[in-house]
């Protein structure tokens, strides 16, 4: 193998204590790094020559991972002109674990790693350039071991020619409204090839304008970039020319946009009419299910609708697409928990005219496992009072509960060292492989490094929960109520299970409004620190009791504890989590943290009760 480092300079570690309450921030240099860029067949680079073949570009950029959840390094091209092969340099602030670096062609700060994918947007409005590309638009990426390393296309795209002057943009839109464009996750197989693996905000069209503001020039040839697609349906072009007027060209043909390739379409705007867009209504009425949920009102026009909603249980939520082809206007109806079916009208209108859309909805069936259950992930924090970096991972932590919005339920786990032990906490930290403070385990499977940049920390648990969500669907909830006596805590739960399982229980007593002693390298200790969520009970087995479910099963279970003396008897709270084993789902997780995962949890201040929680 190859020696990575061209140039060690000096480097620290991420944020976190270990045995002492001692630990360093990462610094703003780094370690040189010189890599040497290929692509696949010599297909597509960045720049297209006029034989057809892409080169890199001098002063192209490229972002450069070294480890999972760590920013990753920007490198530039440092050729003095366009070539097949080229070397790029940049600093990473991290030598590289074992394994394999991870680059992705165009440079963004915002494109992250987590150690199993890339997360990269492909942008649905790209700069037109004659004989090219949008830098920025078409996505390549790469792994090596050593300093060597070939891109591979994300995407393809279609590249066309016109033949009418004054065109100032080109619309692609698929003929059932497929994903082009999007932030996009993605891993790499084991041929270095991306393999899409989500798509977070798909967008269903592509708007090219032409380049600085002006016009297409006509017989050059032009190129939207998008993620690789079948499109059985067909697809839609739509020319929009200075004077304000538009025309399509519908394939009707099925067609595919293959990774690394584009679709040429010569002269695709010939005999087309131009004309002005007229207002037309697509859709007229709604047909919907008693659960909460999304619809779609599509209209067609120049000038954007306005809406007037005859119903308090309907809620205008975005706009997806181009008005000019046809844009949807999603709305959002509310759970009907009636037995009886109900009736909203949207008023859709433009400058002169208003049409009425019906929206029926049916009744509520009663029966719970035909409902969504709400989730709610569980982030437990090993800490400790004297650990000087703990509260930027608190500070982040609540960030994310805003972010989820306030689907993320904290139990603060402090060590035997701390002023607020607990102990049950050195099982789970043999559980989950805790080897220093702070750290995070997200849902039982995602470890979150903590960084002083705490907003950083917060897009990881929630891009954690947003994995969790994607990958492990909910199908447990609960219904429970507390009450104390004296110190003793008792609690009548219900779980509800939609999957039959081996599950496990674990029920928690937290404690909060904890004023006390805390270490704290960013402004200083406190002595008047507030802790909240601090576990203090647990009413099972700390590891959860198993317990096994049908399908459509209600099992009860009445659990009670006594509180520790000197604990807030009127600051408690009830924190309840069910594990479900993987079985023969994909096992995504940081470490080898046994065969389970955090299903679903649900926290309620004591003396109180919450609620079975079906998803609007």
Same mark, same amino acid.
Request: hydrophobic share 35%.
């Given at each position: 193998m190859k020696k990575y480092w061209i140039n060690l300079l000096a480097l620290t570690v991420l944020a976190g204590c270990t045995a002492e309450p001692l630990a360093t921030d990462r610094t703003e240099d780094g370690n040189v790094m010189t890599l040497i860029a290929d692509t696949e067949d010599g297909e597509t680079r960045t720049v297209r020559q006029d034989d057809g073949a892409v080169y890199w570009n001098p002063g192209d950029e490229i972002i450069v991972f070294t480890q999972p959840n760590v920013p990753g390094g920007r490198f530039t091209n440092t050729e003095t002109k366009a070539k097949q092969r080229a070397s790029f340099q940049g600093k990473v602030d991290d030598k590289p674990t074992a394994g394999y670096l991870y680059a992705v062609y165009p440079y963004d700060p915002a494109f992250t790693f987590n150690g199993t994918s890339i997360t990269a947007t492909v942008p649905a409005v790209q700069q037109g350039v004659a004989g090219s590309f949008d830098p920025h638009a078409f996505l390549s990426a790469g792994r090596t071991r050593t300093q060597s390393m070939t891109f591979y296309h994300l995407g393809g795209g279609v590249k066309f020619t016109l033949t009418e002057e004054g065109i100032t943009s080109v619309t692609l839109r698929g003929g059932a409204d497929e994903a082009l464009a999007g932030k996009v996750s993605f891993s790499i197989d084991s041929k270095g090839i991306p393999e899409i693996?989500?798509?977070?905000?798909?967008?269903?069209?592509?708007?090219?304008?032409?380049?600085?503001?002006?016009?297409?020039?006509?017989?050059?040839?032009?190129?939207?970039?998008?993620l690789p697609v079948d499109l059985p349906n067909g697809f839609t072009l739509l020319f929009e020319r200075e004077d304000g007027r538009v025309a399509d060209r519908r394939v009707t043909k099925p067609a595919a946009i293959q990774r690394g390739h584009f679709l040429k379409l010569t002269d695709v705007d010939k005999d087309l009419t131009f004309t002005d867009i007229e207002f037309e209504l697509m859709t007229s009425s709604v047909n919907?299910?008693?659960?909460?949920?999304?619809?779609?009102?599509?209209?067609?026009?120049?000038?954007?609708?306005?809406?007037?909603?005859?119903?308090?249980?309907?809620?205008?939520?975005?706009?997806?697409?181009?008005?000019?082809?046809?844009?949807?206007?999603?709305?959002?109806?509310?759970?009907?928990?009636?037995?009886?079916?109900?009736?909203?009208?949207?008023?859709?209108?433009?400058?002169?005219?208003?049409?009425?859309?019906?929206?029926?909805q049916e009744a509520?069936?009663?029966?719970?496992?035909?409902?969504?259950?709400?989730?709610?992930?569980?982030?437990?924090?090993?800490?400790?009072?004297?650990?000087?970096?703990?509260?930027?991972?608190?500070?982040?932590?609540?960030?994310?509960?805003?972010?989820?919005?306030?689907?993320?339920?904290?139990?603060?786990?402090?060590?035997?060292?701390?002023?607020?032990?607990?102990?049950?906490?050195?099982?789970?930290? =043999?559980?989950? @492989?805790? *080897?220093?403070?702070?750290?995070?385990?997200? #849902?039982?499977?995602?470890?979150? +490094?903590?960084? %002083?940049?705490?907003?950083?920390?917060?897009?990881?648990?929630?891009?954690?929960?947003?994995?969790?969500?994607?990958?492990?669907?909910?199908?447990?909830?609960?219904?429970?109520?507390?009450?104390?006596?004296?110190?003793?805590?008792?609690?009548?739960?219900?779980?509800?299970?939609?999957?039959?399982?081996?599950?496990?229980?674990?029920?928690?007593?937290?404690?909060?409004?904890?004023?006390?002693?805390? =270490?704290?390298? @960013?402004? *200083?200790?406190?002595?008047?620190?507030?802790? #909240?969520?601090?576990?203090?009970? +647990?009413?099972? %087995?700390?590891?959860?009791?198993?317990?096994?479910?049908?399908?459509?099963?209600?099992?009860?279970?009445?659990?009670?504890?006594?509180?520790?003396?000197?604990?807030?008897?009127?600051?408690?709270?009830?924190?309840?989590?069910?594990?479900?084993?993987?079985?023969?789902?994909?096992?995504?997780?940081?470490?080898?943290?046994?065969?389970?995962?955090?299903?679903?949890?649900?926290?309620?201040?004591?003396?109180?009760?919450?609620?079975?929680?079906?998803?609007?």
């Open positions: 693996q989500s798509i977070d905000g798909p967008e269903v069209s592509i708007t090219l304008t032409a380049p600085d503001g002006g016009t297409f020039e006509v017989g050059k040839a032009y190129h939207i970039a998008t919907i299910s008693s659960k909460g949920q999304d619809f779609s009102i599509r209209v067609r026009s120049f000038e954007e609708p306005h809406f007037d909603i005859y119903a308090d249980w309907i809620t205008l939520v975005k706009t997806v697409g181009d008005r000019r082809i046809g844009a949807d206007y999603v709305f959002h109806a509310a759970r009907n928990k009636e037995t009886e079916e109900r009736t909203g009208y949207i008023a859709v209108c433009s400058d002169t005219n208003c049409f009425m859309v019906d929206v029926n509520a069936s009663g029966d719970w496992t035909e409902e969504d259950f709400v989730h709610h992930s569980l982030g437990m924090r090993f800490t400790a009072t004297w650990c000087g970096w703990c509260p930027y991972m608190n500070t982040a932590f609540y960030k994310a509960k805003d972010l989820l919005d306030g689907r993320f339920e904290i139990v603060n786990l402090h060590a035997s060292s701390s002023e607020l032990a607990f102990s049950g906490t050195s099982a789970l930290e =043999s559980v989950y @492989g805790i *080897g220093g403070y702070p750290t995070g385990i997200v #849902d039982g499977r995602v470890d979150i +490094a903590n960084y %002083s940049d705490t907003d950083y920390t917060a897009q990881n648990v929630v891009n954690a929960v947003k994995e969790q969500e994607a990958t492990y669907p909910v199908v447990t909830a609960f219904e429970f109520s507390s009450s104390l006596s004296g110190s003793t805590v008792s609690v009548d739960l219900t779980v509800y299970a939609k999957v039959a399982d081996t599950y496990k229980l674990t029920a928690l007593v937290l404690e909060n409004g904890i004023i006390g002693n805390q =270490s704290d390298n @960013g402004e *200083g200790a406190h002595s008047d620190y507030h802790h #909240d969520r601090i576990a203090r009970l +647990a009413l099972t %087995s700390i590891t959860g009791d198993p317990f096994t479910a049908s399908a459509g099963d209600e099992k009860a279970f009445t659990l009670s504890g006594t509180v520790p003396a000197g604990c807030n008897l009127d600051n408690l709270e009830v924190l309840v989590y069910v594990q479900r084993p993987f079985g023969s789902q994909t096992v995504i997780s940081s470490g080898n943290y046994g065969g389970y995962y955090v299903d679903n949890s649900r926290s309620a201040a004591v003396g109180t009760t919450a609620e079975l929680e079906f998803a609007d």
